[in-house]
């Protein structure tokens, strides 16, 4: 009976320090509140070109180099949907320069050399912003480069042999233009 009394009297005073401990509360959580979140890259294609004047000192017949290239960066943000880059120098017209009193200059006889290769004229065929143009580069876009940029030059030359020009000062405007596609 001993050993029965000591084991009641254990139990007792266990249950007398569980009914005396404080009781334990359950973790109680909130509800979950969201947050949408909307980021927007816009695609975007740009072209800075300079200087923004290049000068020639012509002669009466021959080859005048422009007095530096044209340096042109070429910045894209694009979308997967597009699979290439293409970036042009042109003129408007036939005439590239023109003294305002009928005497010109034209297309033909304006050359560009991209990149520090051969010189070519600005009669490049059917481009999408006209037929007076060159080609400087045409990139392929893929993961790799959605958002890139190049630079790239283009030197300029005016061969004035046969156009038998009068003295006078010759102006005109080269336009540079990319297209994604």
């Given at each position: 009976m001993k050993v029965n009394y000591k084991a009641w009297m254990i139990l007792g005073v266990l249950a007398l320090a569980l009914a005396m401990a404080p009781a334990s509360q359950a973790q109680l959580n909130s509800n979950q509140a969201t947050v949408a979140l909307n980021a927007t890259l816009a695609e975007s294609l740009t072209v800075a070109a300079g200087p923004a004047t290049v000068n020639f000192t012509l002669l009466a017949a021959g080859i005048s180099n422009g007095s530096?290239?044209?340096?042109v960066t070429t910045t894209w943000v694009l979308a997967p949907t597009r699979t290439s880059?293409?970036?042009?120098?042109?003129?408007?017209?036939?005439?590239a320069l023109t003294d305002g009193s009928g005497n010109n200059i034209p297309t033909a006889n304006v050359s560009g050399s991209v990149n520090a290769g051969p010189f070519g004229a600005f009669t490049g065929g059917a481009g999408p912003f006209g037929t007076e143009n060159i080609q400087v580069f045409n990139q392929a876009i893929?993961?790799?480069?959605?958002?890139?940029?190049?630079?790239?030059?283009?030197a300029l030359r005016i061969n004035t042999t046969g156009l038998g020009l009068p003295s006078g000062t010759y102006t005109g405007t080269l336009n540079v233009q990319a297209q994604a596609l």
């Open positions: 530096a290239p044209v340096a880059v293409k970036l042009y120098a042109y003129f408007s017209s036939v005439n893929g993961a790799a480069n959605w958002s890139s940029s190049r630079n790239d030059s283009v």
